[in-house]
């Protein structure tokens, strides 16, 4: 698992592109985990794990074209994925999912969704990403 035979028969190792949603802070009470964009790609970097594979790239997007050159720098046919904590995110993350299932098909890329269960939000839980990302320049780095 997490290789694929690429040039002259050789192993070649997939490399896997998290994509997450960049939400603002201020959507935080009504949408955490689209805020949360830690837990997101956790989320991701679980699945990648599970499938043999590491996270090679992690994005943090939101509205991005499917065609945008952030989502396809460097990236191989047949060889790396695009992998999402769901649905939900990457309707979040891209302009349009359908065009991006388009152009990942077109250009002969899988892309998955983790397909798990969000983690629920109680008061901590929202204040803890609260304090992360609205104080990242103070030194605090989330733990």
Do not use: N
């Not at 035979?5 to 190792?13: D, E, I, K, L, T």
């Not at 830690?38 to 794990?49: E, G, I, K, V």
């Not at 065609?67 to 046919?77: C, F, T």
């Amino acid at each position: 698992m997490g290789q694929v035979r690429g040039a002259f028969g050789m192993p070649s190792r997939v490399r896997v592109t998290a994509i997450a949603s960049l939400t603002p802070l201020e959507e935080l009470d009504e949408d955490p985990f689209l805020v949360d964009s830690r837990s997101q790609h956790a989320m991701c970097a679980r699945w990648a794990a599970d499938h043999g594979y590491v996270i090679a790239r992690e994005l943090l997007v939101r509205g991005l074209r499917p065609d945008h050159s952030a989502l396809w720098d460097g990236v191989r046919p047949g060889l790396d994925l695009f992998v999402a904590p769901s649905r939900r995110v990457l309707e979040s993350a891209l302009s349009s999912v359908e065009q991006f299932t388009d152009e990942c098909a077109r250009r002969g890329v899988r892309i998955e969704t983790v397909g798990r269960a969000e983690p629920s939000y109680d008061a901590q839980a929202k204040a803890r990403v609260h304090r992360r990302l609205s104080m990242p320049t103070a030194g605090y780095d989330g733990r």
